[in-house]
């Protein structure tokens, strides 16, 4: 069965500190995707990045990379120089194989960005 | 691009009482999803509509819920004799085919008192 978690369940940084957040997934299926999403209080989960699970190259973007390691079935994730305005809640999902129509959520962590 | 939109935001009703709540996902995207999140929990799959046909639901998903998606375009989701256990956000997403990408909805907060 799909699980993910995200042993982190709450963390707090101070502005422009770099911080990252830990998702590791357990998995059957050989063919599979992961992603993050932020969801900031208004609610909405808005979509960050996905990988599939052929592709283990380390993504950046801006203040935000990504590290899958298909060994450790870690794919985390660093904000590098943290602003106020990432605090949010981030969470890892699994996709169900290559079947997108279903996604295993971890519980999410909180990060706090202190001024 | 108009992202996914659901209403309302926020309900409030008490135990025993129906609700319905409507999402309208992103224009030509055929897949449409629900899920629940309860608090300091991540979303949980709820069921899924291509097009007018629901074509999985999860055992989440009692007698007392129903999901409709009568021309392939908005959804909407009833919760029918609602108990204080259903209080949750409950998230709408949508998908286009051939691709990977679950877009999601600002969500309804439904309180039960």
């Known amino acids: 069965a799909q699980k993910v978690t995200q042993a982190q369940t709450e963390i707090s940084v101070v502005e422009k500190e770099d911080v990252t957040l830990d998702c590791v997934y357990e998995t059957r299926d050989t063919t599979y995707y992961l992603f993050w999403y932020k969801q900031p209080p208004s609610g909405e989960l808005v979509f960050l990045i996905r990988?599939?699970?052929?592709?283990?190259q380390n993504e950046i973007s801006g203040r935000y990379s990504w590290n899958f390691q298909k060994s450790t079935s870690s794919f985390n994730f660093t904000i590098t120089a943290s602003q106020v305005v990432d605090s949010a809640v981030y969470f890892c999902a699994l996709s169900d194989g290559n079947n997108f129509n279903k996604f295993y959520f971890g519980s999410g962590t909180k990060l706090n960005v202190k001024p | 691009d108009t992202g996914v939109s659901q209403d309302p935001r926020h309900k409030i009703t008490k135990r025993g009482q129906n609700v319905t709540f409507r999402c309208d996902p992103i224009?030509?995207?055929?897949?449409l999803y629900w899920y629940r999140q309860t608090l300091g929990q991540g979303p949980e799959f709820l069921t899924y509509f291509q097009n007018e046909a629901q074509l999985e639901k999860s055992r989440l998903l009692s007698d007392r819920f129903s999901a409709e998606r009568p021309k392939g375009s908005f959804s909407t989701l009833e919760i029918q004799r609602t108990e204080q256990g259903d209080s949750a956000m409950y998230l709408c997403?949508?998908?286009?085919?051939?691709?990977?990408?679950?877009?999601f909805g600002p969500g309804t907060r439904l309180t039960v008192l």
């Open positions: 997403a949508s998908r286009i085919a051939l691709t990977d990408t679950q877009y």
């Open positions: 990988r599939n699970s052929f592709d283990e």
């Open positions: 224009s030509e995207h055929n897949r």
